[in-house]
Structures are given as structure tokens and as C-alpha cells.
Nanobody, 117 residues
């Protein structure tokens, strides 16, 4: 599956933003989808994931503020980000893996999210 993220930009602290990831060339519904982020000078972090059965999990840093969702018919995965903080500033990547795989094997290019204070 090929992935392309979009929807990043500049937002003020406390605001909201939604980033999207479009999939192609694969059976999207069979993949676990995740959103990672990487801030300058920091390690890449898995912030949210959604399984093929729509179960979700979140990192502690975004729990209660971010929501991951998927639309299998449109082959899209979303990350709705609310109550944004300057520390959410990062390059956000979408990724995919089959349920049997432990690591994400398909990656999209990142979309930049900048939260101003």
C-alpha cells in the first residue's frame, strides 16, 4: 500500500487541525494504520494507531486530545488534533502494517504541523 499524508500547516496553541493520509495500491482495510511524529532533535514517536477492527490506541502525550479514524471505502485515515500545544509541533507521518507484522512497513511522506504559542 502506498501512502500520502496531507493537511498540515500552522495553527495557534489551543486550536485544532486534521491531517489525512490517502492509501493506494493495496487492500487498505487489511492494514493497521498508525500516525507517527518526529520533532526536530527528537526520536520518532507513534502517537496513534487504529486496527482493522477499528480499535484505537494513543500515546500518553496525546490521549484525550487526538482522535484517529479510518474510512475504508475512501482508503483514508485521519488524525484529528484538538487542544494543540507547541510541543505537538512535528513532522507527522502515516504508516501501515499487516496485523501479523510487528513493525510498520509502509510509510508516507510527512506533513508538517506547527503550533505557535
Amino acid at each position: 500500500v502506498q501512502l500520502q499524508a496531507s493537511g498540515g500547516g500552522l495553527v495557534q496553541a489551543g486550536g485544532s487541525m486534521r491531517v489525512s493520509c490517502a492509501a493506494s495500491a493495496g487492500t487498505f482495510s487489511r492494514y493497521v494504520m498508525g500516525w507517527y511524529r518526529q520533532a526536530p532533535g527528537k526520536q520518532r514517536e507513534l502517537v496513534a494507531a487504529i486496527t482493522t477492527s477499528y480499535s484505537t490506541n494513543y500515546s500518553d502525550s496525546v490521549k484525550g486530545r487526538f482522535t484517529i479514524s479510518r474510512d475504508n471505502a475512501k482508503k483514508l485515515v485521519y488524525l484529528q488534533m484538538n487542544s494543540l500545544k507547541p510541543e505537538d509541533t512535528a513532522l507527522y507521518y502515516c504508516a501501515a502494517r499487516r496485523p501479523s507484522e510487528r513493525s510498520y512497513t509502509n510509510w508516507g511522506q510527512g506533513t508538517e504541523v506547527t503550533v505557535s504559542s
